[in-house]
């Protein structure tokens, strides 16, 4: 199944998508924080304008080093990027790099898993009972070496989730494959196999460094864009029993 945060007219609604179906049914209120109850309203998803399918309630925590592949490692505690709530966007929605940034993106495109509890020193082994299930998310950083490396990840749009949250108790996260494409072009691809921490290992290692709470989520491992992004082109994020989502690069206007 699939929990999906969606609008048809004015206001956001959350609904569960099933596999294989094209039909959304509309949940009361948010499943993260109450019981998940059908609201009786049906749409079809081809209708639905996807947005994030979470906000988290203070952050979003990205594992940028943990990288498939990575010959460095990421030692015992892996370096993160703290993003504000306000930096999330989802499917469809522009990047806006800042006026500050030099014009210029880099992008980490990463497999995400969202906290269902609030989270503290977790294990590994307890993963899976403290998220809800998985999503797309690509952490964006921006500046030259005169920008701190917090103020070049937490800017507003600097996080794009998307386009669904999958929740199936059997999911494996690590043996997907992750790929990124600019403007048609595939310019990388590498599987969560390869990274240096797995994907709950470096969950886990997150909830030692900070707790985390209810909607929270954590980029735990990811492939980096060789090449950064600038303003016309469009970046196509997709993980293998995800899904895949677009967004726009442009310039902010401040």
């Known amino acids: 199944m699939k929990i999906v945060r969606f ?33 009786g309203q049906l749409y079809n998803l081809e209708e639905a304008r996807l947005l994030s399918p979470v906000i988290p309630r203070s952050k979003a925590v990205s594992c940028c080093a943990n990288l498939a592949g990575s010959a460095a490692g990421v ?11 306000t930096a999330v966007i989802g499917p469809d929605d522009p990047i806006a790099i800042p ?15 969202v906290a269902k509890t609030i989270c503290k020193n977790v294990t590994p082994e307890q993963v899976g009972s ?3 299930g998985w999503t797309i998310g690509v952490d964006f950083a921006s500046g030259g070496e005169d920008i701190s490396f917090s103020q070049a990840r937490a ?19 690590d043996n997907l494959t992750i790929s ?27 909830t030692h460094m900070m707790t985390l709470l209810p909607g929270d989520l954590v980029i735990v491992g990811g492939v980096e ?3 950064p992004l600038s303003a016309g082109e469009r970046l196509k994020s997709v993980i293998t029993g995800v899904g895949q989502m677009d967004n726009m690069v442009v310039s902010a206007n401040r």
């Open 130 to 132: 403290v998220i809800a």
């Open 75 to 85: 030692g015992q505690w892996p370096q993160v990027g703290i993003k504000p709530n």
């Open 225 to 227: 864009l060789a090449q």
């Open 155 to 173: 800017w507003d749009t600097s996080a794009a989730i998307g386009p669904w949250i999958v929740v199936d108790p059997g999911f494996n996260p």
């Open 7 to 39: 609008r048809i007219d004015a206001h956001p609604i959350y609904g569960a998508l099933e596999d294989g179906s094209e039909r959304i049914v509309a949940l009361k209120g948010d499943p993260l924080f109450q019981k998940a109850e059908p609201s």
């Open 180 to 206: 990124a494409s600019v403007s048609g072009q595939e310019v990388a691809s590498a599987s969560s196999a390869d990274f240096p921490l797995k994907a709950a290992e470096a969950f886990a290692k997150v």
């Open 99 to 113: 006026a500050w940034g030099g014009g210029t993106a880099r992008a980490f495109v990463g497999l995400a898993a």
